[in-house]
């Protein structure tokens, strides 16, 4: 596609239930990323994604977060036992290097959770 | 001390106003520095980036870097309310990953 696509855009859940959040990158970009916004913050960064493999996965928060990518594509991001805390936008970004250092990302508009 | 700080706002000019929005960081080895403007309910997208320390400039938007006092700037010339946005500046923390400040809301109004 032109751009990231995230899906569902919004995803109002229970506290304690479980989600999982979409994420299609753009054609062809092998490194993906998911970023967590709290309102009024920045971006956090969870988990990086060289092609099928997650290659850094150390702001994931605690082992109810969980991601994957099977076949280097669409990733999807897991939330076991949601938290009313875990309530945020859910950034997913992409970018075409296999290898090297890459900033420049391009962002998705984001899954705003809400957990109630 | 976090890596990154920004100072949230909100901060209104009127149009034609002459903006500046900053940056301060704490690990003097960093080399890139990157702007992100965020439209509401947008994800971020990369405005300018700079390495190192000088300035860049890209039409109406100017990035400063001064490593000495680990300092970095932003500056919009000539603001127009299409530039009213969340600015975030952000630092690569690691191979690929990125630290972003909190973002400043800027309102430019008509």
């Known amino acids: ?116 | 001390q976090k890596e990154v700080e920004q100072d949230p706002g909100p901060l209104s000019v009127p149009e034609g106003a002459i903006v500046s929005l900053n940056c301060t960081y704490s690990n003097s080895a960093f080399q890139y520095f990157m702007w992100y403007r965020q439209y509401s309910r947008k994800g971020p997208e990369l405005l300018m980036y700079t390495y190192s320390s000088g300035n860049k400039e890209d039409g109406r938007f100017t990035a400063q870097v001064d490593k000495s006092s680990k300092y970095i700037s932003l500056f919009i010339r000539d603001s127009q309310p299409s530039d009213s946005a969340t600015y975030l500046c952000a630092i690569p923390s690691g191979y690929s990953t990125l630290t972003f400040g909190k973002g400043t809301m800027l309102l430019v109004s008509p």
């Not at chain 1, 490194?31 to 290659?55: C, M």
Request: net charge positive; glycine share 14%; with cysteine.
């Open chain 1, 1 to 116: 596609g032109a751009g990231v696509s995230q899906t569902p855009s919004n995803k109002v859940t229970e506290k304690g239930k479980y989600v999982e959040l979409r994420c299609d990158p753009i054609s062809g970009h092998t490194a993906l990323y998911w970023y967590r916004q709290s309102l009024g913050q920045g971006p956090e960064f969870l988990i990086y994604f060289q092609g099928t493999g997650a290659a850094d996965d150390s702001g994931l928060p605690n082992d109810r977060f969980f991601a994957v990518r099977p076949e280097g594509s669409v990733s999807t991001l897991k939330i076991q036992r949601t938290e009313r805390g875990d309530s945020a936008v859910y950034l997913c970004a992409s970018f075409p290097r296999a290898k090297g250092r890459g900033y420049g990302y391009t962002f998705g508009s984001g899954t705003r959770l809400t957990v109630v």
